[in-house]
């Protein structure tokens, strides 16, 4: 009975050896020195460090010139530009020291808004096709060939504005019309730029809504169609709404195709005229900073001024696509 007792003992004793062994094992091998990986967390931590401070380095300067422009004078000395001015007026002239933003503001809302116009439907559908309808090879295929799009120059974009879109709507309205310079040409060639990224994105957003939803739907009876428009959009709403904020964002801060067929001067219209020409932000942006202009005077630092406006409008558009994807969000099991 002793005997028993002691092999009985000795066989405890030694499987809580083993477990300390195996834990002591596990602890080293938790802890077991990975340099490779650490340098990879250093990397990455400072890649964020890095965007951050250019993103405030960005922001210090345009605040800081746009200040200057703020403070500058007349040769009368009155004040050349206000606050409530450069906001709220209708009339860009700085040769005249008139700096009301609406004109340039104005077209670059109509060109964002006509690109989003094309951009959205053609790309969601595009999605929807390659989630739900698509074989995987074709899928495969098709993919990159509308993600080449976005390879694509955007002076390239430009140019087929003014050689092509332009003369197909002066044949549909007619050239007294439709001016040579437009900003519909440019907001339907930029609708086009954007495409892939709206369509990409919201493919992304349906391929993720889980399979389960699609077969719940299914043994309802529901059709496919009856089942992308009930089920699987309102569960990928989130995503959509992101990739058309993004969309949107990236018309708002195109350059060359409005600097090459909206029109080369500020132009107030309302109602808001399609067809003729007008000046985006970013379009003033690149033709005045081209010409000679001296550092420090107002003609210079108004182009901040606009940089500052342009930044911030673009800031608010990315909290809203924030606060709209987690709003409409879906969390799945």
Known sequence: MTTQVQVE???RTSTLAALKQ???DEVRIERRPRPFEDFI???LQFAGIVSIFTTIGIVIVLGNETLSFIQQRTPEGAP???LDEFLLTTDWQPGGY????LPLLESTLMTSIMAILVALPLGLGAAIYLSEYATPKVRASLKPILEILAGIPTVVYGYFAVTFMTPVLQGLFGSNVVQFYNTASAGLV???MILPTIASMSEDALSAVPRNLREASYGMGATRFETIIKV???AALSGILAAMIVGISRAVGETMIVALAAGAGPNWSMPPNFFVAAETITGHIARISGGDLSYGTIDYNSLFAL???LFIFTMLLNMLGRYLTNRFREAYQ
Not at 98 to 101: A, E, L, N, P, V
């Open 307 to 309: 940089g500052l406006a």
């Open 190 to 192: 930029m609708g086009i």
């Open 80 to 82: 050349a530009v206000t």
């Open 41 to 43: 967390r250093l990397l």
């Open 22 to 24: 195996d834990t002591q």
């Open 232 to 234: 699987i959009l309102p």
């Open 98 to 101: 008139k700096f009301g933003i």
């Open 9 to 11: 003992t000795r066989a």
